[in-house]
Nanobody
Framework: QVQLVESGGGLVQPGGSLRLSCAAS????????MGWYRQAPGKQRELVAT???????NYADSAKGRFTISRDSAKNSVYLQMNSLKHEDTAVYYC????????????????WGQGTQVTVSS
């Protein structure tokens, strides 16, 4: 089994910063892509940013220029530095990993963390 655990959410004022962390553990051979998604109340879950095992990144338009995704492959971890936060960034942020699990035969599956709340409010 594979588990993803997020941390770092909280309450921040508009214009402030937060850094989210996510660590994957379990029977992991490789993690192809790691990413962050978010879901605001009454809305569908949406992509924030992803990063591949070789460091290629992809950002939602709403995140470009304000958020930075990074990864420590040795620790099976991904991070999201969020700056210049806005009210509309308020959401539950979920970590995702596309994992090659140490199973026989090996298989690729998507795993999700439990989510961490980010609230931007004055």
């Amino acid at each position: 089994q594979v588990q993803l655990v997020e941390s770092g959410g909280g309450l921040v004022q508009p214009g402030g910063s937060l850094r989210l962390s996510c660590a994957a553990s379990g029977s992991i051979f490789n993690i192809i892509v790691m990413g962050w998604y978010r879901q605001a109340p009454g809305k569908q879950r949406e992509l924030v940013a992803t990063i591949t095992s070789v460091g290629n990144t992809n950002y939602a338009d709403s995140a470009k220029g304000r958020f930075t995704i990074s990864r420590d492959s040795a620790k099976n971890s991904v991070y999201l530095q969020m700056n210049s936060l806005k009210h509309e960034d308020t959401a539950v942020y979920y970590c995702n990993g596309r994992v090659v699990a140490k199973t026989t035969p090996m298989r690729v599956e998507d795993y999700w963390g439990q989510g961490t709340q980010v609230t931007v409010s004055s």
